[in-house]
């Protein structure tokens, strides 16, 4: 199985910008990238996904590596609002819903 | 907006009760998923349904069953509960099963089993 490897905790100052790291040594030519974040007393929210190039959404830039071992989420300016935990998650083939795997996910805090 | 409601924020039952869960989404979305989501655990897939009345196991099915009758809502059902079925709910859907496909989460359910 494909794996990620995120670090657990996180600091960011308000309206600064803030790089999420994960590592996917083994990812396949095939994986996409998703990353979900999930704010306090919240179900998980999508934020992006990628597969091979970079990617930009209203809330985030996906930065991804060229041997696409490992990507950056990007958040351009933190707000209060961006404090949750972020998952970065492998889908991998056949693509068959079972194979969304939340790990840990790096705890983001975001000091005013 | 995609909307996926779940029926209550918090539920408190005692143990051997049935209890049902249910989830209901607005987007005539093909799949829908229940996990459940426990300190130190993260989120476990606990079925999921890719189209009314088909179900499929995940991770973490023993104790629990689902039901599919229209597109829109899947119930979570436990049988029996126990105490060891405390946790938090969540349920989501998708458009469809491709990669590329997002799921989205209702606000879940605090189940307390006492």
């Known amino acids: 199985d494909a794996k990620t490897t995120q670090p657990n905790s996180m600091e960011s100052n308000e309206e600064e910008p803030v790089h999420l790291p994960c590592n996917h040594s083994?990812?396949?030519?095939?994986?996409?990238i998703h990353w979900y974040r999930q704010l306090p007393s919240q179900g998980p929210e999508y934020v992006i996904h990628g597969l091979t190039s970079n990617v930009n959404n209203r809330m985030a830039s996906l930065a991804i590596a060229e041997d696409r071992k490992s990507s950056t989420l990007i958040l351009h300016r933190a707000t209060l609002r961006d404090a949750a935990v972020y998952y970065c998650i492998l889908r991998v083939l056949p693509y068959n819903n079972n194979d969304m795997r939340f790990g840990a996910g790096t705890r983001l805090t975001v000091k005013p | 907006d995609v909307k996926v409601t779940q029926s209550s924020r918090y539920l408190v039952k005692r143990t051997g009760e049935k209890v049902f869960l249910e989830c209901v989404q607005d987007?005539?979305?093909?799949?829908m998923f229940w996990y459940r989501q426990d300190p130190g655990l993260g989120l476990r897939l606990i079925y999921f349904?890719?189209?009314?009345?088909?179900?499929e196991k995940g991770d973490i099915p023993e104790g629990y069953s689902v039901s599919r009758e229209k597109k829109e809502r899947f119930s979570l059902i436990l049988e029996s509960a126990s105490t060891n079925q405390t946790s938090m709910y969540l349920c989501a859907s998708s458009l469809t099963s491709r990669a590329y496909n997002e799921q989205f989460f209702g606000p879940g359910t605090r189940l307390t089993v006492l």
């Open positions: 083994t990812i396949s030519g095939t994986d996409y």
């Open positions: 987007m005539d979305h093909e799949n």
């Open positions: 349904s890719y189209d009314v009345k088909m179900k």
